[in-house]
């Protein structure tokens, strides 16, 4: 296997905490490598309280750009230069690209988890949705579901003034869509979604150390017509997408948002398309 990483090679990267479960440097690497870009992705795990710091760090480096994930998709923005219009009515970044001194700022959450829907076939226009989540992934999916045309969002969390806030923001910027903020209660959160057209699970429950925890706890809840989504993907099958299946539900995990998401950054840093198929074969197919 050649090695490609020359002395021209330019940084790439992800940043947030936990990050080894990441595929994001394997997709963009598999990319970089298939078009013949001198560039490298490396994952950065960088934990709350040293954002700055790495952002400096980053600059010294002369990084070309980077994908942002959690707990730094909110606080990153008072660090930036600039941020693009959709971003900033989100208020929450997931891709920078440092450009001519200057950090910018761009979601490509939102966009990559509609293309995924739509791949699956989802009609979500004009329907309600309900999510659970409070934090950037959240504002970015129940953003772009509301500018894409959802009829109605219902946003659960812990916190209920982070959902306050997101709704906020939603019925400020798009009026047609019908949006309200409710405090996470399983037996609220089973009432809300039988008449739903999809529940999202924009959280981190599922992964590791709540492996074994889900915001439904039995398939018994879960209308039949349902389509469940989990932004996670590590694990493949997080304990709400097994209940989902047990439940008859279609479902998905968060590979394909994940991917599509990437396209979009890829393309930002780049000017050059993503190939999508092959990186579907390298990570979906393995």
């Known amino acids: 296997m050649t090695n490609r990483i020359q002395g021209t090679t330019k940084l790439m990267g992800l940043i947030g905490y936990p990050l080894k479960h990441s595929k994001s440097p394997h997709m963009h690497n598999t990319a970089?490598?298939?078009?013949?870009?001198?560039?490298?992705?490396?994952?950065?795990?960088?934990k709350d309280g040293y954002l700055?710091?790495?952002?400096d760090a980053l600059k010294i480096l002369n990084v070309e750009g980077f994908n942002v994930t959690m707990p730094h998709k909110t606080k990153i923005i008072e660090y930036l230069d600039e941020i693009a219009p959709d971003a900033k009515i989100i208020g929450a970044v997931?891709?920078?690209?440092?450009?001519?001194?200057?950090?910018?700022?761009?979601?490509?959450?939102?966009?990559?988890?509609?293309?995924?829907?739509?791949?699956?076939?989802?009609?979500?226009?004009?329907?309600?949705?309900?999510l659970v989540g409070g934090g950037g992934a959240a504002r970015a999916v129940a953003s772009q579901l509301a500018f894409?045309?959802?009829?109605?969002?219902?946003?659960?969390?812990?916190?209920?003034?982070k959902a306050e806030e997101i709704v906020g923001n939603i019925n400020k910027n798009v009026p047609d869509c019908e949006s309200r903020a409710l405090e996470l209660n399983e037996s609220l959160l089973i009432e809300e979604i039988q008449d739903a057209k999809?529940?999202?699970?924009?959280?981190?429950l599922g992964m590791k150390d709540t492996i074994d925890q889900s915001i439904i706890s039995s398939p018994d809840y879960l209308p039949k017509d349902l389509f469940v989504a989990d932004i996670v993907y590590g694990p493949?099958?997080?304990?709400?997408l097994k209940i989902a299946e047990?439940?008859?539900?279609?479902?998905?995990?968060?590979?394909?948002m994940m991917i599509w998401q990437g396209a979009i950054a890829f393309k930002i840093w780049t000017g050059k398309d993503m190939p999508i198929k092959l990186i579907k074969e390298e990570i979906l197919d393995k």
């Not at 959450?109 to 293309?115: L, S």
């Not at 493949?236 to 709400?240: A, V």
């Not at 047990?246 to 394909?256: D, K, Q």
């Open 32 to 46: 970089f490598e298939a078009l013949g870009l001198d560039y490298v992705y490396l994952a950065f795990e960088i």
């Open 52 to 55: 700055k710091e790495a952002l």
């Open 94 to 130: 997931n891709t920078v690209k440092y450009e001519e001194g200057r950090l910018i700022g761009y979601n490509t959450d939102g966009r990559g988890f509609v293309k995924s829907l739509e791949e699956k076939g989802v009609e979500f226009k004009g329907e309600k949705i309900v």
């Open 148 to 161: 894409e045309g959802a009829g109605e969002i219902v946003l659960f969390n812990r916190t209920l003034s």
């Open 198 to 204: 999809l529940l999202v699970d924009c959280t981190s």
């Open 236 to 240: 493949y099958k997080t304990k709400l």
């Open 246 to 256: 047990e439940a008859g539900c279609r479902y998905m995990n968060g590979l394909m």
